[in-house]
Structures are given as C-alpha cells and as structure tokens.
C-alpha cells in the first residue's frame, strides 16, 4: 500500500469527467479510483490493480454518457398527479394564468383568423374546375384595364384563338317589383355558355341559349334555388315549380328559365337573378361595358393565348378606326384567382404581421411571467426535492403546467378567431373580398395547435434551461430561496426576455401611430362639400318604363320641384356619383392644347352627371368660369366642369376654363369645352389622390339611378319620410335606396382606414401594456431579491434617491436597449405601410420621437413603483428576515 | 424501474452501506460489494447508483474530510425511506421464497 501508484491518468478522462460531472465531483471521483487502486494492489497485486484501474477509468466516462442518453430517450413522463398538480398550481395564481390565457388567446386567435382569410384568398382552390384555365379578358392600356365593348366580345367570339369557351357578363342592379313591394336588386347579366364556362350546371331548366340572346328574344333569366323558393314559392327540391315564372324587372316581364345552385362561386355571390344579356348589334366600337371570360384549351400556353388576343385586337382595331382611336390599347388577360383575389395583399401583410408580432410578445411575456413563477416557487420546488421528487418529475411538473397554458391559449384563440371570423364580414366586407367564404378550415386549424405548441415550447422550456446540477435545489432551501449562482442567470434571460419584447412592441406601436396620424389628417381634410343637414338618397328608374331621355326628365322636373317646395328644404339637385366612394365609369379623353402623343395612353378620369344644383346643395365652390346653364343641357356644343385637380394637373400654369376635348378615344365629332372649375370633391377612397374628375350637364335626362341630394335647415332625418311620399305619388313602383346624411357620407369613405387604424391600435396597446407589464415584473422582482443589499445600503447611511436611481437606472438601461433594437426594426418594417398613409411617411422623425417619448414615459412609471418600494424598505425588518 | 421499486444493484448498494455502518463513502463500498459478490464492481456504477438514489430521495450525502489524509469524500446514508422500501423489497421477496426448498434441492 505505500509505493503503490496508480499508473498515469490518460489526458482525455479529467477534463470529460469535469464537464459531465462538476469539476469538483471529478476529483472526488478520481481521488477516490487512486484510493481503490492501492486496496486492489494489496488484495490482488500490483499488476491486476493497474489493469482495474485503467479499466474503470475508461468506464467512468462511458457509463456517465450512457445513463444521460438514457435520461434522455426516457423523458420524465407527465402522469396523471402531474397533470392535477399542475391545474392545481395555476388555479392556485389565477390572476397570472388568466394574463396569460389572455394574451396567448388574442395573439394566437389574431394569427389564425388572418390566416383564415389567406387561407381563403390564396391557398384554397375556388369552387371553379381548372380555375387556373379560366381567365379574364379586358382591354389593356396600362396602367388601365377596363372591360370589352360588344364590338370586342363579338370578335373575340369570332376569332381563332385558344380559348374553346368565351362567356361574358355585366354587373348591374335592377328594380324588382312582386307583391311584397318594390326592391333594388344585384343582377349579374350573363351570356350564353356562362355557366358552362364556370362548371355549374342549372338544377333544373335550362341555361340560356343563343337564341335567348337575340336583341329581340323575350327577356329570360335564371335565378338561384334560394332565390326561387324565397321569392317564387318554389317548394321542390331542385326548384323546378319556378321555371316559367315570370319577374317583373325594371319594369320589364322576365321568364324563369332555369334555376341555378345558390352558391355558385365567389363571382357571383351575393347575386340572386341571372338575366340573359342580349346584345344590341354595336353601331361604334364602344361602349365598354362587357366583363369576359375565357377558359382556355389544355395544352396552351397563356403566354401564346395572350398574343392571339394582341393579334386579334390589331386586326380589329383598323376596322373602327372612326369611333374609337387610341391604338395603345390592346387586349390583355388575368387568371380568374389573380381576378378574385383583389388588392389586399398590402393590407393582409400589415394585419398578419401585427397579430404575429403581437403573438411575440404574448408568447414572450408568458415565458418571462411562468419564468417568474418558477423562480418564486423556488422553495416550493426544493421542499418538494427534499421530500422526494426526482429532479425529472419537477421538470415534468413544469411542463405539464406550460402545455395547459398552452392548450387554453389554443383554446381562447379559437374562440377569438371565431368570433373575429364572425364579424369580419360586417367590418371588412368593402376592401376583403370572398369574407363569407372564411371559416376555421383544417389547415387553419392546423397552424393554431403549431402555433400553440410553439409558444409552449418556448415558455415550457426557456425557464428549464437553466444550469442545473444535481445538488442544484438543495441550497436553494438553505438560503431561504435566494440561489446565487441559478438567480443571476435567470435574471439575465428575463432581461433578455423584457428587452425583446420592448423591442417587438416598438414596431407595433410606430405602426400605430403612424396610422393614427394619418387617419387624423383624413379626418381633418377638406371633403370638399358640408355635410351638415345634407341628405342623400338614390332612385333607380326602370329602364323598361323610362327607355328614352325625355321620359326620364318629364319624371324628375316635377318631383324635384315638389321636393324642394317642402318645408324646411333649402335647395335640390342630381349627380349619378356620391363623394367619397369610388366612382366606377371613367372616361378617357383627349386635349385639343396638349394631344396625347402616338403610343402613349389617353388620360382616363371619373366623368360625373351633375347639375347646378348638385354643386349648390353640396356648397361646392365655383372656382373660375361659370356654372352649368339651362341651355347647356340640349346645347349643341357640349360643355363640362371641371374641378381643381383636374385642371392642376393638365394646365398647372394656365387657366383650364375655355380649353377643348375629346372623350371615348373619338377623334371627329364635336369638342367639348371646360366652361368652368369647381371645387375638389374626391371620388376615390380617403386618402387617395385624386386624379381629377370632370363633370357634365343633365343628370335628369342622363342617369337612370341618379343620387338625389337636398339641403335642409333642419334636420335632414325628419324629411326622409315626406320625400318617400313624394317619390311614391310619382310613380308607386320605386324604390329608394342608399338613405344617407351627409355625415354618413363623409363617415363612410373613412371606413377602411379607421378599421386599420383601430385594429393596429388596438393591437400597440396591447402589445404596450404587455411589454410594460414584463418590465415592470422583473424590476419588483429584482427589487426582492435585493432587499437584504437595500437595507445595508440604507443602513449605513446611503441616501433613498441613490437607492431609487439605482433601480431606474437598471431598469431604463433594459428600456433603452429594448426601444433602440425596436426602433430599428419598426423603421425595416413599417414601408409596408406605405401604401396606407395619407400625408405621413412611414419615418416621420415626429412619429419615432413620439413613441420612443411614450414607451419612455410609460416604462418610468413601471420602474418607478418598485424603485419606491425599494426606498421603503425597512432596513431592520429586511435584516432580520435573513 | 418503476416509480417505488429498486434494481437489484441498487438494493445491494442500500445494503452495504447499513453493513458498513449506516454511513460510507464509495472506496469501502466498491471493496466490500466485491467482497461479498466476488466479481469486480464498477466504481462508475456504484457512483451513477448513489446519485440516482440521491436523487429519489433514498440516501443523503455530505462532505466530509478525511482525517488522516485530508482529501475530501463524500459520505452517504440511508433515509428512512430507502430504510423502508428495503424493509417492504425484503418482505416481498421472502414470500416468495417461502417454502421453496425442496424444489431447489435445498434442505
């Protein structure tokens, strides 16, 4: 036993040893093979003591390995007293869990109903066969695309090309009038092979044939089984007691002809009656007004069927050369999704990215709380441990409580996206289009558990990843829960925690501001008419009862001469556009100063039928030249107004009054003259610019749906009623629609950016309340582990003020690291907003300023509270707790 | 392994150390688990079975220094619920090798 010494340790033993056990542990465990080794040479001799030595050496490190790779494979498996013990515990904190149900519930629910809708808009397949054959064709003359003339749908219809099936259809409304009243209804004019052309099939009847679509075939349509059982009585389950029914439509008599599904697709939704489009044979290359479809051969290339279609309009075009001049144009085509999907991406990405950012900061905030927790319970745990948990069962314990966390977020969420599902339609319907398509699909479904199940992961094991040893609890129960070592690398993933979330709430809050700067600038525009006691309303006249001009004009002469007679009405007069909503039928034209050079497109703007007291009852102001006179409605030589941003933008340096043009692309025919300037008045979205509008005379003779607009001293409400008996003693089979106040007016065209704004605010607020929420947790938790460091400081004499910046300056320097990192990221992503604001940029100095002012102001106030508690403390009683 | 129960190693390990005195470190243990065994025993296993008991709360450990050489060791001892599972492993198994001699030619 004296000279024995063992043979030389190899070098790769100790420092494998040091990192699987603790370097401590590894001495001990070297020490005590050296102690054995002289045992085994006295018992069994030098040289087999030698070999057993080696051996075991050898083994330490492999059997190590091997029993953590077991623990690994063998995952402490929640079993069933975890999983009440857990329930247990968080029912035990029901404030925290709540917060955090919450929070996970609005974040995840939030990215899930977006994600319903990108689901719906680009993932899922339309109910049309081989959507992806099916296109749109229309005339291209970017950056305008506008619809087919019938001299158009009829070449394309005649021409070689590779699309087997061509349909079109025009979208319109008409008058219904049954027995229940009269109701202003969607159409959707379809010609023959519509249908086909979008595989639907008539569940009973038939779909209109060429022959209904003479000029002089009686009128026919089809209708939906809905539509025939609601409104035709119809009992049978195919609806086939309708057929032969006739409608009365726009004073017109129309057959049933057959009876269509009632969904039939997101192009036809919302409509009921299919009448059958009869076209009149074309006398001029215009108008345009015919929406047509294709679904093209299989086994051609879109790219060959475009350039038939650029053929085809090339040989057309020199064969109306007379009416219709503007050779930019050609035909273009769009495939039916890229048709139905509308423009929302923008929009989609900044909602999508707001819900994602904010399920960051739920997710971020659950973890730092549940870190929190564990922390606090760091008793608990070691009472637990001394009483004969396995370290895998706390684990296990721990998990358990995160994935029921996570389970109620998915939960929650569900039920918020269900119930934002619900009311998307309502509120988003104007700029979302197939809304009533969404619903919470499989694959929506889907990415709500992965979502959840990512959050879990991320608040299950962040507060586990902590270094452990296997003695790691017990001090903790000595030192009255105040772990040295495990604290400080705690306090550092939750600082980490609250900077990224202040940096994440950052971004979301910009947005917000940015938006809601705009939005108050919207609000502050000049709409270009007074609203207050303004009433608007619509009257759509029958064109099978008022076909001609001067049917129409003998019709309103009276009624608005009564209307204005009423007592309390100021003044009255007729547009067939309402400010502040877009206004479809624009018209391209040509100035007789400033012709549009060969190859280049003709300007193209909404061109309105307004009379003078339109501009009267609205107050718009006459800005130059003269109004509209009586005369110039049967005048022969046209005139038209226009407003101010029309004649800035063709004349900036000049007066626009007196200067001549041609509209429609017709290059003969009388010009038309700018008589006078009137005020801006936009007829596009808020916050859109405008592009200039032209107006011209005669609304009465020239509108079949005119808006009605009357100016009163008093309440506007209170006439509606009388006008409705005005209107009926006219003619009893009218109806009125679109009732609105001018405050309506102006209200509804700021309805999609106040959706927006009230959304990302909504969301910033959260986001900021949840960020401040984490800051302010870790500092009063800080501030309690440091209560025996406080009170000596104050003990000896340090002054409460350096105590209290001592705090804040801990927790500012987190807030500042948070919010500079945040800024950083706000200006990479708020460009996406660009398209959205009016009047701001996305980097407005005064905005960053702003925020960067708020989130500072809001996250003193969090590091003030505990710092005051801190200067509170009592320096004998936090002592003596020790 | 189940949740209450013990390996048969692990048993062995309770045992030697009452049979060294209620207390042991790992060096008398490895020793006298050969003695009784008559095979070599790993100091590597013995060790991950202390930490594992450890762990289930079945034996405490403390450190200690060694008086004449004055290196450190770390001490092992039952608990009273390692105590008592050996108590309830010992009385199971003696039922069931209770009257089982003449069927293992034992007299």
């Known amino acids: 036993m004296r000279d024995s010494h063992p043979p030389p340790v190899p070098g790769w033993i100790r420092p494998l040893l040091a990192w699987l056990l603790s370097g401590r542990e590894a001495d001990l465990a070297l020490a005590d093979l050296e102690e054995l080794h002289r045992a085994w ?10 070999r057993r030595y080696l051996r075991q050496l050898r083994q330490y490190p492999i059997r190590l390995l091997a029993q953590r790779l077991g623990r690994l494979l063998r995952p402490p498996a929640p079993r069933p007293p975890d999983l009440r013990q857990a329930l247990r515990s968080l029912v035990r904190a029901p404030g925290l869990s709540a917060a955090i149900l919450l929070t996970l519930g609005i974040g995840i629910g939030g990215c899930t109903a977006i994600f319903a809708i990108v689901d719906v808009l680009y993932l899922r397949a339309l109910p049309y066969p081989e959507q992806d054959r099916v296109f749109w064709i229309y005339t291209d003359a970017p950056p305008n695309r506008w619809p087919f003339s019938v001299v158009d749908f009829e070449a394309l219809s005649r021409g070689r090309t590779s699309f087997g099936e061509i349909a079109a259809y025009t979208r319109g409304s008409a008058t219904l009038v049954d027995a229940r009243g009269a109701e202003r209804i969607p159409t959707l004019r379809v010609t023959p092979g519509f249908f086909e052309l979008l595989g639907v099939t008539p569940r009973s009847g038939r779909a209109p044939s060429p022959a209904d679509a003479e000029a002089a075939a009686p009128a026919t349509a089809l209708v939906t089984l809905d539509f025939a059982g609601r409104r035709l009585g119809a009992t049978r389950p195919n609806g086939s007691d309708a057929i032969g029914h006739t409608l009365r439509l726009d004073g017109e008599l129309v057959e049933v002809a057959g009876v269509v599904p009632s969904d039939t697709g997101p192009l036809t939704s919302g409509v009921a009656v299919f009448p059958t489009l009869r076209l009149e044979p074309p006398a001029r290359k215009g108008p345009f007004f015919l929406a047509v479809l294709g679904r093209l051969d299989e086994a051609t290339e879109a790219g060959t069927a475009a350039a038939e279609l650029r053929r085809l309009n090339d040989d057309l075009f020199p064969l109306w050369v007379d009416s219709y001049q503007d050779d930019r144009a050609t035909w273009g085509m769009m495939s039916l999704p890229e048709l139905l999907q509308g423009n929302v991406d923008r929009l989609l990405l900044v909602l999508m990215g707001a819900v994602a950012l904010l399920l960051l900061i739920a997710a971020t905030n659950a973890t730092n709380l549940l870190l929190s927790r564990v922390i606090g319970r760091r008793q608990e745990l070691a009472v637990r441990a001394a009483l004969g948990a396995s370290r895998g ?37 104007a700029y979302i289009p197939r809304l009533d398509e969404v619903s919470l699909s499989g694959p ?26 296997h003695s790691g609890l017990e001090p903790t129960l000595r030192s009255g829960g105040r772990g040295a070592s495990h604290g400080r690398a705690d306090q550092r993933t939750q600082r980490l925690l609250v900077v990224s979330q202040l940096a994440v709430a950052v971004p979301l809050l910009v947005g917000a501001a940015l938006l809601l700067s705009s939005f108050a600038r919207l609000g502050r525009m000049d709409p270009g008419f007074e609203p207050e006691g303004l009433l608007s309303l619509r009257v759509g006249l029958p064109l099978a009862t008022y076909p001609d001009p001067e049917g129409r004009k003998q019709f309103w002469d009276p009624l608005v001469d009564r209307v204005a007679a009423l007592p309390g009405v100021l003044s009255v007069g007729l547009a067939n556009a309402r400010p502040g909503q877009v206004f479809q039928d624009s018209n391209n034209f040509d100035l007789e100063d400033r012709p549009t050079p060969p190859g280049q497109s003709q300007p193209s703007v909404p061109w309105i039928i307004a009379e003078h007291g339109f501009f009267e009852t609205l107050r718009i102001p006459l800005v130059e030249g003269r109004w509209f006179d009586p005369a110039d409605d049967l005048g022969a030589e046209p005139v038209v107004l226009v407003d101010r941003a029309w004649a800035r933008r063709f004349f900036p340096d000049g007066s626009a009054v007196g200067r001549r043009m041609r509209s429609g692309g017709q290059t003969t025919g009388p010009w038309i003259t700018v008589v006078g300037v009137v005020g801006d008045v936009p007829y596009s979205e808020a916050g859109q610019e405008g592009q200039g509008a032209v107006y011209m005379p005669d609304p009465r003779r020239g509108s079949t749906a005119p808006f009605l607009y009357v100016r009163t001293s008093g309440d506007p409400g209170g006439l509606v009623a009388r006008i409705r008996t005005e209107i009926r003693r006219a003619d009893p ?15 509804a065209s700021l309805t999609r950016p106040r959706h927006l704004t009230t959304l990302l605010t909504a969301f910033a ?42 705090v804040l300056g801990q927790g500012m320097t987190l807030v500042g690291v948070g919010i500079a990192a945040g800024l950083v990221v706000a200006l990479a992503l708020t460009r996406v907003l660009e398209g959205l604001l009016y009047e701001v940029s996305p980097r407005d100095p005064l905005i960053l300023v702003g925020v960067t002012g708020l989130m500072l102001a809001v996250s003193a106030m969090a590091c003030l509270l505990p710092g005051r508690r801190a200067v509170r403390v009592d320096p004998i009683e936090a002592l003596r707790e020790d | 392994m189940t949740r209450r129960g013990l390996g048969a190693f692990e048993q062995q390990v309770l045992l030697t150390i009452l049979r060294l005195g209620g207390e042991a470190y790992s060096v008398p243990m490895v020793l006298e688990m050969e003695a009784l065994s008559g095979r070599e025993i790993s100091q ?16 405490s450990s403390r450190m200690d220094d060694d008086t004449d050489t004055g290196r450190e060791r770390r001490y092992f001892r039952v608990n009273p619920s390692g105590l008592s599972l050996l108590r309830d492993s010992r009385r199971t198994m003696a039922r069931f090798w209770e009257g089982l001699d003449p069927e293992l030619g034992e007299q």
């Open chain 1, 444 to 469: 929506t479904l889907l990415l709500a558990l992965a979502l959840s199940a990512g959050c879990a992961l991320l608040f299950g094991l962040v507060p586990l990843m902590r270094p452990s040893s």
């Open chain 1, 41 to 50: 040479a006295d018992a069994l001799g030098r040289e087999e003591a030698d």
């Open chain 1, 733 to 747: 089979g009218l109806p009125l629609t679109d009732v609105a106040s001018g405050e309506a007016v102006l209200h």
């Open chain 1, 765 to 806: 607020a959260v986001a900021l309340a949840l960020a401040v929420v984490g800051l302010y947790g870790v500092l009063a938790q800080t501030v309690q582990r440091r209560r025996p460091d406080i009170a000596i400081r104050l003990a000896l004499g340090g002054s409460p003020r350096a105590v209290l910046s001592l």
């Open chain 1, 393 to 429: 069962r706390i684990l296990a314990h721990l998990f358990v409580e995160s994935g029921i966390l996570a389970l109620g977020g998915v939960l929650v969420g569900l039920l918020v996206a269900q119930a934002a599902i619900a009311i998307m339609p309502t509120v988003a319907d």
């Open chain 2, 44 to 59: 590597a296993a013995v060790y991950i079975a202390l930490r594992r008991l450890e762990d289930k709360g079945m034996v």
